[in-house]
């Protein structure tokens, strides 16, 4: 019988060891050409068939023996396909079965079989048999060899078909297998390889079993299953209380997502209506103050702009107030006149007194011929008036008298215009100060209740500096009003100008920032605008600063400004207690604000521009580089700081004790201690305060010596004879308990060492 394949014939049956080694292009064609023929219904054609039966009956028990082991394989297997369903097109998609599995794991299995001779397997084959034994592999898949399901009888090996059940595995099976298996090597790749072509299959790891006694018994199995069961229903009852509470939690964050967006509704309308009530406030005011001011025009004065030449000049032209106690004024001077000439007529009808009465009797000789010689004249042309006729001592005391009270009374009218006057000034300086500031808030840009940074609403402008805008402005996230001072650069500056501007403001907010106290100014934010404004939000103040204050009153009395220099002492001493410590180097009244306006009230410090941070790099034991000589105020600045030379000067906390004891001087006196009517050029010109080797105390008003010797202490001309800020802060004068001891001390030491008369420099005349 002859198979005829695409590659060729094969004359005779195929030996077995044809079929066990190595594939041959001839017996691969016959196997293909003899699964080609089996029908999709997985059983083999009747040609087929015939062809099987005309072969030696040895080897067709063999071919059996393959077929019904993959079958019974293929039985035992969920995963294992029907025979021949799908041989011809994919040979690699069916390999499940446990037949195929053994022609993997046996070939290293001892079995009687493996020890025949060589000749048993030098048998040739049929190509049917090739073609049937390459078909169940296909079939199989990758499985293992047919003898693994014969090994069970002899109980050696370690064949999967002992997962099979015995009533699947047969007698006549067992021995057909057995049969088969002894003619195959250990060592040589199984037959069921010849279905995958030339490629030979990877052999898995051997398994290795161990059988071991448990003691576990039927109860005990029980028992373990049952306390399973409990745990899983546990578990599963636990998952189930865990997913109500998830749905409740879930629902009870639904329900407080929601609440949370209603009130963040209510919250926006809230702040809606805030903000519209906060601007309809401020449009009120603004129109009020603009009211006011043009009545205050009539009555105190406006600017009027005059014509000097080729140049326009705003001058100043008081109102009727003003012009009505001129008026006064002059009225009253004009009554004084006359009151002085009737006096003077008044002391010419003096009668003559008794002393007076003799000296006139003596020499009335002369005088009758003298007054009879010019009577007797009659060719005289000109009338002569008669002389006034002398008023008794009684009509001249009184005439006397009526004119003192009506003098009296003129200067009581006079002091009365004068405090008149000294209160429409004033007025007349918060007029003026509310011309400027409505005739900046109209030019600025931002006067139509602008919202900075979705946060600031600005309400009215508060004042104006050279290159910075301060807004009064309500904080809509926290609820309280702030002061945002806008810095607005020039935009004609060159870039170089624009950048040392903000490194400035930069250093100035880094600084106040970090600073925490009760008497200085709280600095809440900063952000920009664009590439040439920014802002910093501070704490508002309601009242005016100490500058403003001292030009209304301008003095205060000693213990206000005493209590005023005590806060100013304790903010300092805390400057210098942080590290690094601060000098302010600008102290002046105009950074001083009064919260409540009044003197008697608390204080706060602001504006730290010109700060000095007193780092260990650039501070030394003589003080640190006075780097920015030049910039301050200078009433307020000490020697050291107008020092030029080759080098820049050294300051200390020293500069600001000399702050102190200036602002100190001027509460009580009223004037600065130097250069009071000179201007910054003046004094930087006249080495004003280089000059200022020792303070000069006024007369009046009369300050305790103590204060004086305080004054004395921070005016120190020389650095190193001035208080530091600690000494200055532990001073007896700043201590009230100190005061009492030295005061009553002091009383007691003027009591024992007391004079009848005080000595003459303590009588002061007025």
């Not at 094969?10 to 066990?20: A, D, F, N, R, V």
């Not at 790749?189 to 290795?208: E, R, W």
């Amino acid at each position: 019988m002859s198979v005829q394949s695409s590659s060729g014939s094969l004359e005779g049956p195929p030996s077995w060891s044809q079929l066990s080694t190595s594939p041959t292009p001839g017996s691969a064609a016959a196997a293909r050409s003899l699964l080609n023929h089996t029908p999709p219904s997985g059983r083999p054609r009747e040609g087929a068939m015939d062809e099987l039966h005309s072969l030696d009956p040895r080897r067709q028990e063999l071919l059996e023996a393959r077929f019904t082991g993959v079958a019974s394989g293929s039985t035992g297997s969920t995963g294992s396909c029907s025979v021949g369903a799908k041989a011809s097109t994919n040979n690699e998609s069916s390999n499940h079965s446990f037949g195929s599995l053994g022609s993997l794991s046996d070939k290293e299995s001892e079995t009687p079989e493996k020890k025949q001779s060589e000749s048993s397997r030098g048998r040739k084959r049929k190509a049917e048999n090739q073609n049937e034994s390459s078909q169940g592999k296909s079939i199989g898949g990758r499985g293992h060899k047919i003898s693994d399901y014969f090994e069970y009888q002899g109980g050696n090996g370690s064949s999967p078909v002992r997962g099979i059940p015995p009533a699947i595995r047969s007698p006549q099976n067992s021995h057909s297998h057995s049969t088969a298996s002894s003619s195959v090597r250990p060592n040589s790749p199984s037959p069921t390889a010849l279905a995958f072509g030339d490629h030979p299959i990877v052999q898995p790891k051997q398994l290795s079993f161990k059988i071991i006694q448990t003691d576990l018994t039927m109860l005990k199995l029980a028992a373990l299953e049952s306390n399973k069961i409990q745990d899983l229903e546990k578990k599963e009852g636990r998952i189930d209380d865990l997913l109500r509470a998830n749905c409740d939690l879930r629902r009870q964050i639904d329900e407080q997502q929601k609440l949370l967006e209603k009130y963040k509704e209510r919250l926006n309308k809230c702040i809606s209506m805030s903000k519209k009530l906060l601007i309809e406030k401020s449009t009120q005011e603004k129109l009020s103050s603009r009211e006011k001011s043009m009545q205050d025009r009539l009555r105190l004065g406006h600017f009027t702009t005059v014509r000097h030449g080729a140049s326009f000049t705003e001058q100043w032209t008081d109102g009727f107030a003003f012009q009505n106690l001129v008026k006064q004024q002059e009225w009253v001077n004009q009554q004084r006149e006359d009151i002085e000439r009737q006096r003077k007529l008044l002391a010419k009808r003096k009668p003559p007194t008794a002393n007076n009465s003799q000296a006139p009797s003596t020499n009335s000789e002369p005088k009758q011929r003298k007054n009879k010689a010019v009577n007797g004249a009659e060719n005289d042309p000109f009338v002569r008036p008669n002389l006034p006729q002398l008023l008794t001592l009684a009509e001249y005391h009184e005439q006397e008298e009526i004119f003192k009270l009506r003098l009296g009374h003129l200067k009581k009218e006079e002091a009365e215009i004068q405090a008149e006057l000294e209160r429409l000034e004033r007025v007349r300086n918060l007029h003026i100060r509310e011309l400027k500031r409505i005739n900046n808030e109209d030019n600025s840009q931002f006067k139509d209740h602008p919202t900075l940074n979705e946060r600031y609403l600005l309400l009215h402008l508060l004042g104006r500096g050279g290159f910075s805008e301060v807004y009064k402005a309500f904080d809509l996230y926290e609820q309280r009003y702030a002061a945002v001072k806008i810095h607005q650069l020039n935009k004609s500056w060159r870039d170089e100008k624009k950048e040392n501007y903000h490194k400035h403001a930069c250093r100035e907010y880094r600084i106040h920032k970090e600073l925490d106290h009760p008497r200085i100014v709280k600095l809440y934010d900063y952000f920009s605008l664009d590439t040439d404004t920014f802002c910093t939000v501070l704490e508002y103040c309601e009242g005016n600063d100490l500058d403003f204050y001292l030009k209304q009153h301008k003095l205060m009395s000693e213990k206000e400004a005493r209590s005023i220099v005590m806060q100013i002492v304790n903010a300092l001493r805390y400057l210098n207690e942080i590290k690094p410590p601060i000098i302010h180097y600008d102290l002046k009244p105009g950074n001083i604000l009064l919260v409540d306006g009044t003197a008697c009230g608390e204080i706060k410090i602001t504006d730290f521009g010109l700060s000095k941070i007193m780092d260990d790099d650039s501070y030394g034991v003589d003080g640190m580089d006075l780097t920015s000589q030049g910039a301050g105020t200078y009433w307020y600045l000490p020697p050291e700081c107008f020092v030029v030379g080759k080098e820049p000067p050294k300051i200390s906390n020293k500069v600001d004790v000399w702050s102190v004891g200036v602002i100190f001087f001027q509460c009580l006196y009223g004037r600065k201690p130097f250069g009071h009517n000179q201007s910054q050029q003046d004094i930087l010109q006249e080495n004003t305060i280089l000059k200022a080797t020792e303070v000069q105390f006024p007369v009046k008003p009369v300050v305790s010596s103590e204060a004086k010797a305080f004054i004395r202490r921070c005016l120190a001309y020389r650095k190193e004879d001035r208080f530091d800020v600690h000494q200055l802060a532990n001073d007896p004068y700043l201590l009230p308990h100190m005061r009492r001891s030295n005061s009553s001390g002091n009383l007691h030491m003027a009591g024992l060492t007391a004079s009848p008369t005080p000595p003459s420099s303590s009588i002061i005349t007025y």
